[in-house]
């Protein structure tokens, strides 16, 4: 199951790099992904929870992210008048953040929003607290009242 | 006085060449031998007489095949030259997890093993496709010796070393110079001449060409991560 | 030249201006902040709006072709490495011990 | 429109050299490694904008080998900063 869904996502993305279907490439390129399937799955994430994700979570997920555009483009506005205000209206903290999820993948997409949502930037992880770098305490308010945490639980652990 | 006698001596030596320079013709100038006879010959028929849909892949691997398989051999040669030079007598240095050093960051770590089947994916494309886009075996190499740089960073060796086995690795580092001459016997075996390519552009020639790729690709790799781990072992 | 066409190419125009003057943004920020921290905020963020705005407007440009699908897959990869290899720097600066910028409010008492 | 495509590629190139000035005076080792970064994300795109002025599709996939090594030379870097020791283990 892991190794077919890998191999399914690598022969997309060998499709969309070759952009023809003609047949020799395309059976040397299934190949080959099925092949790197069964190494990373073998070798790579033998130890712990690979990010597998049904289709609903599939749906879910690009729902997550386009939301995900908005708020950064959004968020980068404010940025935006930031940094070119002359006075430089900044006061940076750094913020400890706890939020315990079940799975790997939901950590790492949280820290990845995190930081791709401006004003905010992960600067370590330990166990299930996020220290964060903020560079002023206001942005943090969406990740303190843990509207990220309650949003990528519902995308990547609910079935 | 040496100082001076070192530049007489060149001097002396750069007269001929100038001279030869000189009555060589004048550079891109339509009289040249290589376009009044070579290079009309390769456009017109290169695509069937080549087997590569690329004139200048065809005009590497077909026509000037002697001359690329000796540079293959030499460059291959000098890499490994490289690497044997970068060993030393002792072994590398045994870390133990944990021991005072920053453990490595969970995101970067899931990152990269998220993106290091897409990497390996990619270089084989690159590989492969080397005849038709801008890439080829060496290049291709290159994109698969940094996945396993990451890799040997980010996941640690033993994950990386079990990509290219140390009991297969020598094998592996001359597989350019290697399966260059296999195909080259192939070819002797199929038309009568070494290096030689089955005419028509069929599926024949266009595997002996990507079995040529592949074996560069693979060798290039191998080689240049060998070189990233020696620097990484103790002197 | 239809209308449907001037509308994208004036779309793709807005997107690209609008990833250039992020660009920008990020590169005054990479200049202008106090500390690395706020610097890699700067360049991190603002270099990930302003790669996936221009490369939207280029993917507008091009129509539906096959190398859109190359560009979508490198806006994707930019989503996904811009924030790890931020996050990384950050965290190695942390690591080794450098101590964030903070605004020094003068309070009263003796100095 | 390749005018325009052309001002936006020098505006970028423009850009970039200004971050030359954060790679140049630091202060710290990891500002030079960001400066550096910043500009491998604009250099990627300026590929892409490329392929479009030259009418060359195939510098895409240029663009998407600079992305890739942009982000590996990043990491390794920082991982070396981290450590010192260019090896490591997944938690």
Known sequence: MKAGQCAALLALFWLVLTGRLDLLPLVAGVLAAVLIAVWAT???????????????????????????????????????????????????????????????VSRIALANSITLTPGTLTVDIEGDEFLVHCLNEDFAADIVDGTFDRRIRRVFEEP | MKKALIIALLAVAAIPLLAAMASMPRFGSPEQPAYTHVASRYLQKGAEEAGADNVVTGVILNYRGFDTNGEVTVIFTA???????LVTSGSRKKEKPGEATVPLSPVVGYVVRLLAPFIALFAFYVVLFGEVSPGGGFQGGTIFAALIIILSVVAGRNVAER???????????????????????????????????????????????????????IGGATVFASIFWRLGDEP | MSVWDSIR???????????????????LGLLRFPDFYSRTHGAT??????????????????????????????????????????????????????????????????? | MVVFLWGVAVFLLAVAS????????GPTALDRVLAVNVIGTKTMVLLVMLAFVFGRPLYIDVALVYALLNFVTTVVATRCFETGVLEGDWQ
């Open chain 2, 163 to 217: 990509v290219l086995p140390a009991r297969v690795r020598p094998w592996l580092q001359i597989a350019g110079p290697l399966s260059f001459i296999a195909v080259g016997t192939l070819g002797a075996v199929l038309t009568g001449s070494y290096l030689g390519f089955p005419h028509a552009r069929g599926l024949l020639a266009t595997a002996m060409l990507m079995g040529i790729e592949l074996g560069i690709g």
């Open chain 2, 79 to 85: 890499c490994a030259a490289t690497a044997a030079v």
């Open chain 3, 9 to 27: 190419y004036a779309v793709a125009a807005v997107l690209m201006s609008i990833g250039a003057f992020f660009f920008l943004v990020g590169t």
């Open chain 3, 45 to 111: 963020k603002c270099d990930t709006v302003g790669a996936g705005s221009i490369l939207g407007g280029l993917a507008l440009l091009r129509g539906f072709e096959p190398d859109v699908l190359k560009i979508v897959a490198i806006a994707s990869l930019v989503l996904l490495t811009s924030p790890t290899a931020g996050h990384a720097l950050a965290r190695a600066a942390y690591r080794t011990g450098l101590r964030p910028w903070t605004r020094r409010i003068e309070g009263g008492g003796q100095t």
């Open chain 1, 42 to 104: 073998s070798s790579l994430w033998q130890r712990d929870d690979p990010p597998v994700l049904s289709p609903a979570q599939w749906l879910r997920f690009i729902g997550y992210t386009v939301r995900l555009v908005r708020d950064i483009v959004a968020a980068a506005i404010v940025v935006a008048e930031k940094v070119l205000d002359p006075r430089m209206p900044i006061s940076p903290v750094l913020i400890v953040h706890r939020a315990k999820f079940d799975r790997e």
């Open chain 4, 18 to 25: 200004i971050c030359l000035y954060r790679a140049y005076m």
